[in-house]
């Protein structure tokens, strides 16, 4: 979905960097606050350019871009990035960060 009045020109890319609540495994909710959203680096792809040319950069794709590398915006209490395709640095899984297990038996000693 492109945002209203937001169109790319040549081989830009369009994110969306609107930070969103996360949860920790253990479940704790981090609100977006502490999470510091205005040096957020990663999003989502909303639109495309005419001129880009690599199909891994789709709209939908969730990127990672360098934090000096794009133009901010904000349209409609929604905050977006304008960034070269080339300033993508990688496409990125919903991937959830986990803390190692617990040791559920005591440690034996020598």
């Known amino acids: 979905m492109k945002p209203p009045g937001i169109h790319p020109l040549t081989n830009h890319l369009l994110l969306d960097v609107t930070p969103q609540e996360q949860t920790t495994a253990a479940g704790i909710v981090l609100p977006t606050a502490v999470q510091g ?32 590398a794009s133009g901010e915006l904000m349209r409609e209490g929604r905050n977006y990035r304008l960034a070269l395709e ?18 559920t038996t005591p440690l034996t000693t020598l």
């Open 86 to 103: 080339t300033e993508i640095i990688t496409t990125l899984d919903n991937v959830s960060i986990s803390l190692p297990e617990t040791r």
């Open 37 to 68: 959203a205005s040096t957020r680096m990663e999003g989502v792809v909303v639109a495309r350019g005419p001129d880009c040319k690599c199909a891994a950069l789709d709209c939908g794709t969730q990127v990672y871009v360098g934090r000096y």
